[in-house]
């Protein structure tokens, strides 16, 4: 009845060893085939270990796959399928797997008992980071990650169903079919790749069928319904709020290739199913880790799914009835008070001592304690499990499932596989759906007794990939460690990869017995996500690289790259920040000319990042006079301001200029940064604070594109492209002014007398798809005056030199105050902000002034602190920051823009800017931050 | 009991059986000068110094659950003192310094491991607001260094420099910084305050305060009332739920904050890397486990569990910055449930209830605070004087404009 | 100076691959139309008379002459109208008078039209809206790949997708980086 | 988390952004006597419930509409969702 086709070979590779396995193997099958004992090492004693399980349970067996270049660490060989070229490989170990230099640790165990590092190390004091932990480190973790890109990709995607079944076992089968055929959406995942559960590994009938064929029929059934959706390799990890399951999907095994490795799916689904079965428990007795030592469940799934023929002298530990099914030449039943009290055989089990004395000699050693629920995913929601002293296993409870979450078959406690199909056709009938099928089976009941541990002088093994014995639990409890959640953290049981999926049962079991305590008062313990562990890869899908974040462009930026541009990220934004002409040897060299062209003739940078918001409606003007300090609605139609906007705590939110097109339609800009969270604001304003307004607002930053065209020669510019219909002298478009107009001849347009650099300016925008036809007019326009495009330094060295506040002033805790603005605050009219803009501490004499060095050669340090001296200072000594500094080409000197305490009043002294961290200190003279045409006369011209 | 190596090789070599519980479990006494309420590591360390430093007697801890079962038992283990505000960072570098000699003061080693914090620079403002903390970093007596391109490539070979959203131009490390074995901490804590006499009582949820004439006069507690001299709260993560008991609204919303840890893998990390820009911190265990976060998940809970959109989201910046751990696997995830102030800052003062003192609103910030916590409550309930390091700490600070606001984002604690 | 040449989101982008294809549809102007506050009755009629629609209920589309009008939030209407006139706003805003406003949002989206058999395994990786199962005049806005994206069902069974300008180049890489993981 | 929009009906609760307690929609009267002390507990006072709490939503990737949602911050179980301009509206 084997599932494996033995006419497909697979070669495969194992330490560097050429094998051979058959399509349907997993890696575990084929290496059991090829006599393989000794798979891995365990983490802390570096103890041989080989396959325990034949599913995702798997504790022992962790291996690294390779490809040219590619590693992947941590992989259980019993969730590998097969496949051609595979190249595995042991890990965590010095030397060789078989060989491996580190098992000293073993010998030296006495000294490794629970929490033996939290008493020892601690002298001398310096030799723990230089010493002992790099050791401990390099003994520690498992396999290795390569140290170079990952180069398989992954793919996320969403999903929505009316029901998610989570299992493809007898259960979760039978529970697709009834909802499949009642005409629900379906989605059934199943971890493994083929559906069928222990139907694939139980020698049992279904309705008269060998059960494996029966799986296969059902699950062609369900795959040719519309309706279901199959997937197979497919594991819910987790469960989330209102109905959202996470789940990933295994495309392949191989590494190193281009196509989607894993899809993570984010399902939505109205109902779930929970068929996910159960896990059989290990007995914890002396050296029950050896290689060879297997559970019994496993040894029948081998034997009857993968037709690997494991041993013909083995012994089977059982404490029920299930683990009889399993063919062993010696039958241990300990019920029958037999027991086993140690085993031997270095690299793979040769003989097992019971408990009667005798000595018995075997090839394979078969264990079964019982079964576990697998409750995880009823625990995601932080449900806890119930314990049933009859079944002998934790049960999910009822009562305290995740909203909409029905749990059938054996993962509920039913065991046999007819009580299996039962439960799912009674969880389909509460949810109104009709049973499509009644299959029979077999319905052995449950006979179980619990037995946990077999008590020696010697270490039985509990998590066995951490190393976690029945003895590091009793001692854990003798410090004092009795909780549960202490026991865990203390011993580290249940934290290694397969997530306790074999051990925490088993150690509560023995915490119990310790403590001379029932289960339930010892207490329970609850999974967290993920089911098994998730690539981070896969977490991350497609965002990675370039692609991390969205990316957006201004629309000059063809343009601007076509003439050299470097780009500088600013939130997403790519922004030009200097625009380098042949011969200029650095960045300076580009900024300085930017502005000396700018300041001298014109010069012209794209500021589309700007946010613009379009505010209409009859109560625009006194909604923006609510949102901004000062006041909107007396604003001339044609006509911009200045606002500044606060927070209702007091503290500056961001600024801009409104522009008035007409009574009832504002144009208000935001800085780059702000333009999302202000827009956020104003719908808050808009749709929370004052609702009874008639004011509308949308977002139309993407759709305009807009150009500040700055300098003396800005107007003459210009004036080449507005047409000639529109006056844009000074005295018909003096500052602040704003108009609609049209451009190259007939191109709508807006236009905005605005400066942030000082010089005559203008900002002119049109509809984005002219963006780069414009500045490319504009430059063209510009050519005979020697027009520069200028970026994003030179704007700063330029709004500095004028002394206006940027993103570097306005951190989220600047006042109107410190900025010079208060007075538009106190006035009669109210707005956000204003009231708790009064108190004591928003007030406390900081404010905005220049600075420049007291020895005009010396370089100003952003960041850097003031004090009144030289020499060591602390807190008490800090008398405030540099927020913005730039090298001036216009003075030939740096400048510099700063917070400090007395603000105003100070100009005129000198103290030292001090930046300690880069061992930089200048005296420095605090002068007004208006540095460039302090009296506004050149923006006026 | 000492520890030490001679007497772990000496238990080892005799069975163990002369290891001693770590701390009794006695019964709740009538009354006690000092009540704290919470058995985690701030309550705990306040235990300790209060009984070790300030000489003061007749202390109990009381618990609801298991010692050390909330944030200290919970976290990201990152220590560091690398704030941009004197209101903080003297007190963070307090912290740091207590943590430097934890071992010998508590002769229990939970690890304490200097391999550095680095953080990230991705752009000029970046850059300039870093100098700015390293500066306030300096005048606080904690140590600094800026590094460029080319020392952040010495430092952390494996980043993505090449094909980065947003390229790496620098960073600021902060060699003392690093992690510790957070559990450890709560443990030793406890074992200390034990060893000095104070009752540390698990499973023993304060349930009400009796408060008369504007007096804390004790607690009631689910194994009983207790009478108390002075009532310290530090359940931070709970703080609105207990100070609530005592009618009382703070400045503070609880919200979860995920964390997350990989399989255990070979040393790739030579410390803390803090990747701001793309909200993903990370470090490696000792035992190999990429131990990782991010954001808090922005909603209010109680629920000590969190949603995908926040573990996609840190594993995109972790594969954005680090694009060779995509095979790594996560583990586990978990939520913690953070004390969400108004200004990102902690609160650490009297109440106007006369003997009920409060210590909270830590934000993320409370592991790396636990030792200068401690202290700085003890010293607090101890002389009734705020410590030097804590006194922007208060209560009144936000009726009074005094916020200590490190990200700039106001009065929305989803944003601190 | 010569006229200026308007620039396509896309570039006029068009690419199939088996069973699916992706396109950019130009020439369709967009306008933003809000009601002014008490005047809803009167803006239905405007509409009425200016479109021929009747005003699309939340989440849906409905047919405007040769164009469409999509509900995008309360009070607040998209209409796609083809065009190449970039004073649509104008127009539109004289036709309702006072009892609304307009703004031109043309130049702010770029309009992909997606079609083909496989269309919803390339869009399930995409949005995680349950497109699947929507009704026939289906409209919302919603994110994908961290990019705000408006999703517009057509009668004949294809999609148009409409992205902000600015970071539509990435967009579409995102789209066609999906469609080769799904279709290879 | 999924939010069912009362207008849209369910969404993947990542394309809204939160803001805080629905408390937030009650702006103090900035002309009252004690509006200092008004606005200080409007601005950073909270009940911060463990259990039923109205929170502030905001339908960045969708309509842009402020919803007050009920959610339950020991369960996150969401009980009712309203938009807030209604409720602002009934009000004023």
Known sequence: ???????????????????????????????????????????????????????????????????????????????????????????????????????????????????????????????????????????????????????????????????????????????????????????????????????????????????????????????????????????????????????????????????????????????????????????????????????????????????????????????????????????????????????????????????????????????????????????????????????????????????????????????????????????????????????????????????????????????????????????????????????????????????????????????????????????????????????????????????????????????????????????????????????????????????????????????????????????????????????????????????????????????????????????????????????????????????????????????????????????????????????????????????????????????????????????????????????????????????????????????????????????????????????????????????????????DGVALVGFIADNPKDTLHNGAHFSAELGKAGPNEDLGHMSSVAYSPELKHWVGLGFIAGGKSRIGETVYARDFVRNHHVKVKIVSPHFVDPDGERLRG | MKYSGFKVIKEALTGHKGWKPVWRKPEPKPAYDIVIIGGGGHGLATAHYLAKKYKQKNIAVLEKGWIGGGNVGRNTTIVRSNYGLHGNEGFYELSMQLWERLEQDLNYNAMVSQRGVLNLIHSDPQRDAFVRRANTMIMNGADAVLLDAKGVREHSPLLNFDNGRFPITGGLLQPRGGTVRHDAVAWGYARSADSAGVDIIENCEATGFDIQAGTVMGVQTSRGPIKAGKVAVAVAGNSSRVMAMAGRRLPIESHVLQAFVSEGLKPLLPGVITFGAGHFYVSQSDKGGLVFGGDIDGYNSYAQRGNLPVVEDVCEGGMAIMPMIGKARMLRMWGGIMDMSMDGSPIIDRTDISGLYFNGGWCYGGFKATPASGLAFAHLLATDTPHDTATAFTLDRFERGLMIDEKGQGAQPNLH | MDKLTPLSVFENYSRDWDGFSIAEITGVELVSLSVAGGHEKEFAKAMKTALGCALPAPGTVVPAGEGLVMWTAPGQYLAMIPGGNDRADEELAAAIGATGYAVLQSDGWGILQISGDKIFDVLERFVPLNLRNCADNFAARTSAHHMAVICVRLLDGAWLLLTPRTSAAGFLESLEHVTDNVIG | MIINHPLLGPRDASEFVHMGDASLMHRPDPKSETAADDFYRYQYLRDNPAGLYAELWFHEQGDRSWLVVTRNTLTHEIIDVQLARHIARQKS
């Open chain 1, 1 to 843: 009845m084997s599932l494996v086709d033995f006419d497909a070979p697979i070669n495969f590779k194992f330490n560097g060893k050429a094998l051979q396995g058959f399509d349907g193997d997993t890696l575990a099958s084929a290496l059991l085939r090829n006599g393989v004992k000794v798979v891995a090492r365990s983490f802390k004693y570096h103890r041989p270990r080989g396959i325990m399980a034949a599913g995702s349970e798997e504790p022992n067996a962790l291996v690294e796959i390779h490809a040219s270049g590619v590693c992947e660490p941590n992989r259980r060989a019993t969730t590998i399928k097969l496949f051609e070229g595979l190249d595995a490989r042991s890990q965590n170990f010095v030397g060789s797997v078989d060989r491996d230099l580190l098992a000293i640790n073993d010998l030296l165990s006495p000294f490794f008992a629970a929490g033996f590092y939290y008493k020892t190390f601690m002298w001398p004091r310096a030799f723990w980071e230089k010493l002992y932990e790099p050791i401990i480190r390099r003994a520690a973790g498992l396999g290795s990650i390569m140290k170079t890109p990952d180069p398989d990709s992954y793919d996320k995607g969403f999903l929505h169903c009316d029901v998610l079944i989570i299992g493809g076992g007898p259960a979760g089968l039978l529970a697709a079919l009834n909802a499949g055929e009642a005409g629900k959406q379906v989605i059934l995942c199943d971890e493994d790749f083929i559906l069928g559960g222990r139907l694939l590994s139980e020698d049992i009938d279904v309705d008269g069928t060998p059960a494996a064929d029966w799986a296969k029929l059902t699950a062609h059934r369900l795959m040719m319904m519309p309706n279901v959706r199959v997937m197979k390799r497919t594991t819910v990890y987790g469960v989330y709020d209102h109905g959202i399951y996470g789940a990933l999907e295994t495309r392949r095994d191989a590494i190193g290739l281009k196509t989607p490795r894993h899809i993570l799916w984010r399902i939505y689904a109205k109902t779930s199913i929970l068929a996910a079965g159960a896990t059989e428990r290990p007995i914890a007795f002396e050296n029950n880790d050896r290689p060879g030592i297997m559970l019994a469940g496993a040894a029948r799934t081998y034997a009857n799914r993968f037709g690997v023929t494991l041993g013909d002298n083995a012994a089977l530990l059982t404490n029920n009835d299930d683990g009889l099914r399993t063919s062993a030449r010696h039958v241990l039943d300990v019920r029958g008070g037999e027991s086993v009290v140690n085993t031997k055989g270095r690299s793979g089990v040769k003989s097992v001592t019971l408990n009667s004395g005798q000595s018995l000699p075997v090839d394979g050693l078969y264990m079964s304690g019982g079964w576990n629920p697998n409750v995880h995913l009823t625990c995601h929601k932080r449900g806890r499990p119930k314990w049933d002293d009859v079944l002998s296993c934790f049960l999910p409870d009822a009562g305290n499932l995740p909203a909409d979450m029905k749990v059938i078959g054996s993962a509920n406690g039913a065991f046999s596989t007819q009580a299996v199909f039962d439960s799912a056709n009674a969880a389909c009938k509460t949810l109104g759906i009709k049973a499509a099928m009644r299959p029979k089976s077999e319905d052995a009941p449950v006979k179980v007794t619990a037995f946990w541990h077999v008590k020696t002088k010697g270490r039985a093994w509990v998590d066995f990939q951490n190393d976690v014995t029945a003895k590091d639990i009793a001692l854990a409890h003798q410090e004092g460690f009795s909780s549960v959640e202490h026991v865990k953290r203390y011993t580290t049981l249940g934290m290694a990869t397969d997530q306790g999926k074999t051990s925490n049962v088993l150690g509560l079991a023995v915490l119990a017995q310790a403590s001379g305590r029932t289960i339930p008062e010892t207490g329970t313990t609850i999974f967290r996500p993920p089911y098994t562990p998730v690539p981070i890869g896969a977490f991350a899908g497609a965002h990675r690289g370039t692609h991390f974040k969205p990316t957006r462009l201004t629309p000059s930026h063809k343009y601007s790259a076509e003439q050299g541009a470097t780009f500088v990220d600013t939130g997403y934004w790519k922004r030009a920040q200097w625009i380098a002409r042949p011969g200029e040897k650095g960045w300076r060299d580009s900024v300085d000319r930017e502005v000396l062209t700018t300041r001298g003739s014109v010069g012209i940078c794209d500021v589309s990042t700007l946010g613009k918001i379009d505010v209409q409606g009859k109560d625009a003007g006194k909604f923006l006079n609510k949102v901004y300090v000062n006041t909107f609605s007396t604003l001339k139609v044609g006509r911009c301001r200045y606002g500044l906007m606060l927070r209702e705590d007091g503290i500056a939110m961001d600024d801009g200029t409104s522009a008035r097109l007409s009574k009832t339609h504002y144009i208000t800009t935001t800085t780059t940064a702000k333009a999302g969270p202000v827009y956020r604001h104003m719908e808050f304003c808009r749709q929370v604070l004052f609702p009874e307004m008639d004011v509308h607002l949308i977002s139309t930053t993407d759709q305009w594109a807009q150009y500040s065209v700055a300098g003396p020669n800005a107007r003459k510019l210009l004036e080449k492209i507005v047409d000639p219909n529109f006056d844009i002298s000074n005295e018909a478009f003096p500052y602040m002014a704003c108009g609609q107009i049209t451009v190259c001849g007939g191109t709508r347009a807006r236009l905005f007398r605005l400066s942030f650099s000082g010089e005559l300016a203008y900002e002119i925008s049109v509809p984005a798809r002219y963006g780069d036809a414009l500045i490319r007019a504009l430059m063209s326009a510009g050519e005979e005056y020697g027009a520069a495009l200028y970026g994003t330094e030179a704007l700063g060295v330029m709004r500095i030199e004028k002394g206006h506040a940027a993103g570097n002033e306005l951190d989220g805790r600047t006042t109107a105050a410190h900025l010079g603005l208060g007075g538009f605050v106190s006035g009669k009219k109210d707005c956000i902000g204003k009231v708790l803009s009064a108190r004591e501490g928003l007030n």
